[in-house]
């Protein structure tokens, strides 16, 4: 075997011999250089490791952030704080939901609305706009509120939408339940409330000067008792028993309710044939007022009525 020169050297793989300055063997496609590891600067290993970590705390802070963001408004309702509560069904299968029950709940509570709502909107102005706080408001020229009004609801009629909305100022909003009452154990109804801080005044101007734009025409013709067979009546909107009297005074809230309806997007969701007129008497002692309308649910005038069905 003839020796290497010193211009050769063998294949640390297979043993051929190859020159000095070869970095790859053609007999086994093996490199023969020895790779050397790339030293990456001590500056630069600090410099990429503070941006590391700043991309960390950053990505850290957002999600704590995203975590106790206030949950969005459910449909567009106010969002809040849930407060279980649980009401007692009387012997009669009603439930009575008064300002002293929720007060329990509520300290700072000054007034509630409560009643059965076929709405099912999105929006806590559509339900502000149906209930009695809004029409003392606007008939009062914001001097009143609903201060002690309750309400009641039967466990016997199933699939009862209800609408509570509680206020702690004439036009502040401080809690709200909409929907079914859930029965949580024999004779006790729970409503979650949620609680809520939702000031309407802006509602509550805009809706004072369209009313006070138009509401006398629509209350400018009487129809007395015994002439509305012969008006053309076929459909009724339905007052509050908010009447003290035969005689429709200007700051009665039946007044605002009943524009409200007639003016609102669906009057005719609102209307009742005028066949079950004597279904709608007022309570004992008040007078409620009524909206006539024709077939085609235009206006023909207003009438009142006692809780004995006698005209004003």
């Not at 051929?16 to 600067?41: G, I, K, M, Y």
């Not at 300290?107 to 209930?131: A, H, K, R």
């Not at 369209?210 to 053309?232: M, R, T």
Request: proline share 5%; net charge negative.
């Amino acid at each position: 075997m003839k020796g290497l020169t010193s211009m050769e050297y063998k294949c640390p793989h297979c043993g051929a011999a190859l020159p000095e300055d070869a970095s790859f063997c053609p007999h086994c496609a093996q490199s023969v250089r020895d790779r050397e590891t790339a030293r990456v600067p001590a500056h630069l290993w600090r410099r990429g490791l503070k941006w590391v970590l700043l991309l960390a705390l950053v990505a850290a802070v957002g999600a704590g952030a995203w975590a106790l963001r206030p949950e969005p408004a459910a449909g567009g309702l106010p969002a809040g704080e849930i407060t279980p509560v649980v009401f007692q069904e009387d012997e009669n299968g009603m439930v009575k939901v008064t300002p002293d029950q929720l007060r329990e709940y509520f300290p700072t509570l000054t007034g509630l609305n409560f009643s059965t709502t076929s709405t099912t909107s999105d929006n806590i102005d559509d339900y502000l706009m149906e209930n009695l706080q809004l029409a003392h408001l606007v008939s009062s020229r914001g001097a009143a509120g609903t201060d002690e009004e309750w309400g009641m609801f039967s466990t016997r009629s199933s699939g009862t939408r209800v609408c509570l909305l509680m206020f702690d100022r004439n036009t502040h909003l401080m809690g709200y339940f909409v929907g079914e009452p859930i029965q949580v154990s024999e004779g006790q109804w729970q409503m979650d409330v949620v609680s809520c801080d939702y000031d309407f005044t802006e509602l509550y101007e805009e809706q004072l000067a369209a009313f006070e734009g138009s509401w006398e025409e629509d209350f400018s013709n009487y129809i007395p008792l015994e002439e509305i067979g012969s008006s053309g009546a076929v459909w009724f909107l339905n007052g509050y028993n908010t009447g003290k009297g035969p005689v429709l005074r200007e700051d009665d809230a039946q007044i605002y309710h009943l524009w409200a309806q007639l003016h609102g997007p669906e009057p005719e969701r609102q209307c009742r044939e005028i066949e079950r007129l004597e279904e709608f008497l007022p309570d004992e002692g008040r007078w409620k007022c009524y909206l006539l309308l024709d077939a085609d649910y235009d206006l023909l005038g207003y009438t009142m009525l006692d809780y004995q069905g006698n005209g004003g």
